[in-house]
């Protein structure tokens, strides 16, 4: 890789890193694995650099990255080892935006990874059917049914929990 292309790499991931960490973060049901999922996808496309600057939308192949990484991860028994606390364990009470953002995170955390994946690129990351579906490599009717499938998860998992208020509601209001 020449020192021009280098420098394209550099900016395109500064630029994109938040959105990167905020949409892995997700995927992996974990800040600091989302955090991981992110170096490793950086890594990965710092590699394909050639390749994948000439690709017809850029996002969409480094989205694939990240979601192939994650679902890579997940094969592998480490990633079933806690390392932080639970979520709020030590944490004193928090706004209700506050709590609301934990349960739906730690309810995208169930979800099966390709209904978590589906979700999160269609409503985290705002990426219309046909890009996840490029993504996640299926068609774009297998998006729609894993997209189905995981609002009906969430909004099961969210129905459980007491403190949540309607679970349509805390599932538009989060996941947009």
Do not use: C
């Amino acid at each position: 890789m020449n020192r021009e292309q280098e420098q394209e790499y550099v900016a395109y991931v500064t630029v994109r890193l938040p959105a990167l960490r905020r949409v892995a973060a997700q995927l992996a049901g974990d800040p600091h694995r989302g955090d991981d999922l992110v170096q490793q996808a950086a890594t990965k496309l710092f590699v394909k650099w050639r390749q994948a600057s000439r690709a017809r939308n850029l996002d969409a192949y480094v989205h694939t990255i990240l979601v192939r990484t994650m679902l890579d991860d997940r094969r592998l028994g480490w990633s079933r080892v806690g390392l932080a606390p639970e979520a709020g364990a030590d944490r004193p009470a928090a706004a209700r935006d506050d709590d609301t953002r934990l349960v739906l995170h730690a309810a995208l955390a169930q979800m099966p990874p390709r209904q978590r994946a589906a979700v999160v690129l269609r409503f985290l990351a705002d990426r219309p059917v046909d890009e996840v579906a490029e993504i996640l490599r299926v068609t774009p009717g297998t998006v729609k049914s894993q997209t189905a499938d995981g609002l009906a998860t969430l909004r099961r998992l969210l129905g459980e929990h007491p403190d949540t208020g309607p679970a349509t509601t805390a599932v538009k209001g989060e996941a947009r």
